[in-house]
C-alpha cells in the first residue's frame, strides 16, 4: 500500500532561525496537503499542492511539490515559538478522496 | 460556521468494557471520516462515509470496532471489548463531496484503556 514518510521527526530550532521538514511517498500523489496539530490539538488544514513543482507561500511558511508529484517540502522562515507543534503530510490513496498522513515531523522551538 | 464536534473529550475504561464515540460533522459535508491515532504517530483512518454509506473499511478491526452514519449525518464509532493497544486519540473529520478532500478534523476522544 501507500507510504508516506517524513523526515525529520523531531526539530528543534532555535527562535528566529529557519528549517525544512521533507514528505516522500511510496507512490506518485495527485495532490498533497499538510496539516498543523498543536500540541493537544487536532490537525488543522494549512495548504494543498496540486501541480508538479508547484510553490506557495503563508507568510514565512513555503510548501513546495517535486517534480515527480511524490515528495514535498515545508521550509520555515524566522522560526517562531507559535509554529510549535506537529506537521503532517498527507496523500490521497485510491478513489473517494481517502488520506495517508505522514508520522510528522515535531517542532520545537528554543526561545 | 460550527466546526466538526466529537463527545465525549475524554474516556478511560478498562480491557474488556465496551465504549462508543459520537460525532456531528460541518453541516452540508456528505463525506465523514473516522481516524485513530496513536500517540506520536500520524492519524491512521479507519473508516470513511459518504452520506450514510461506508466507502472504505479496510483498516477498521470489524472484530471488535463498528461505526455507523445512519442518516447521513451525525456518527458513532464503537469498541467492543476494548484492549490495552486501542488507547488512543479518535479523531473525527469531514469533507465536502467531490471537492478538494480537505478535511476538517474535529477535537478528538482521548481513550485510556487501562
Known sequence: GQQVMQIPQYQHVQEGEDFTTYCNSSTTLSNIQWYKQRPGGHPVFLIQLVKSGEVKKQKR?????????????????????????????AGPWAAGNKLTFGGGTRVLVKP | EAGVAQSPRYKIIEKRQSVAFWCNPIS????????????????????????NGVVDDSQLPKDRFSAERLKGVDSTLKIQPAKLEDSAVYLCASSLAGGKNIQYFGAGTRLSVL
Do not use: M, R
Open chain 1, 61 to 89: 511558511l513555503t510548501f513546495q511539490f517535486g517534480e515527480a508529484k511524490k515528495n514535498s517540502s515545508l521550509h520555515i522562515t524566522a522560526t517562531q515559538t507559535t509554529d510549535v507543534g506537529t506537521y503532517f503530510c
Open chain 2, 28 to 51: 452540508g459535508h456528505a463525506t465523514l471520516y473516522w481516524y485513530q491515532q496513536i500517540l506520536g504517530q500520524g492519524p491512521k483512518l479507519l473508516i470513511q462515509f459518504q452520506n
